[in-house]
C-alpha cells in the first residue's frame, strides 16, 4: 500500500507516513535495524543490528514507483523499502521492535552505539567495492 504522505522530521528522527486510514510515525533506529538491504538480511542469514539507537536519517528518496530509499546518518543507503514492506512495519511496529529487544537480550548486545560509532560513515556502495558479480 503506497503512502498517501511521506515527511522526514530531522530533529525526532522519525519518517512519516500517512495512509487513507491513518498515519505512522517510525523511529530511525526502528527503520535502520529493519533495513531489507543484504547487510542487515545477510542473504538469508539475518544479521542483528546492534548500537543503532541515535542513528537518524538524513535523506529519503524515491526508488520508481515501488520503494523509497532510505539514507541514514551512519552512511546505511542500500536498503530499498518497498511500499508494502514500510505499511508491513507501521502496522507490526510494537511486535516487530519487541522481537528485536528481545533478540537483543538473547545475544547479550545493545542498542548503544560503542565509543566512535556515532561518527557518520561514508555509504556503502555495492556488494564490497569491487561491485557486484565484479572479480
Given amino acids: 500500500?503506497?503512502?498517501?504522505?511521506?515527511?522526514?522530521?530531522?530533529?525526532?528522527?522519525?519518517?512519516?507516513?500517512?495512509?487513507?486510514?491513518?498515519?505512522?510515525?517510525?523511529?530511525?533506529?526502528?527503520?535502520?535495524?529493519?533495513?531489507?538491504?543484504?547487510?542487515?538480511?545477510?542473504h538469508g542469514n539475518p544479521v542483528l543490528q546492534t548500537g543503532k539507537r541515535d542513528v537518524g536519517l538524513v535523506g529519503v528518496e524515491p526508488s520508481g514507483n515501488y520503494a523509497l530509499k532510505l539514507i541514514f546518518d551512519d552512511g546505511h543507503d542500500s536498503g530499498l523499502f518497498s511500499w508494502d514492506y514500510l505499511y508491513e512495519l507501521c502496522q507490526n511496529r510494537d511486535q516487530?521492535?519487541?522481537?528485536?529487544?528481545?533478540?537483543?537480550?538473547?545475544?547479550?548486545?545493545?542498542?548503544?552505539?560503542?565509543?566512535?560509532?556515532?561518527?557518520?560513515?561514508?555509504?556503502?556502495?555495492?556488494?564490497?567495492g569491487g561491485g557486484c558479480g565484479g572479480r
Fill in 96 to 128: 516487530y521492535w519487541q522481537r528485536y529487544l528481545d533478540q537483543l537480550e538473547q545475544a547479550g548486545a545493545s542498542r548503544e552505539p560503542k565509543p566512535g560509532d556515532n561518527q557518520p560513515k561514508p555509504a556503502a556502495r555495492g556488494c564490497g
Fill in 1 to 42: 500500500m503506497r503512502p498517501t504522505q511521506i515527511a522526514l522530521h530531522l530533529k525526532s528522527k522519525q519518517l512519516e507516513l500517512g495512509y487513507d486510514d491513518d498515519a505512522y510515525r517510525l523511529d530511525a533506529e526502528y527503520l535502520r535495524v529493519h533495513s531489507p538491504s543484504a547487510e542487515v538480511r545477510g
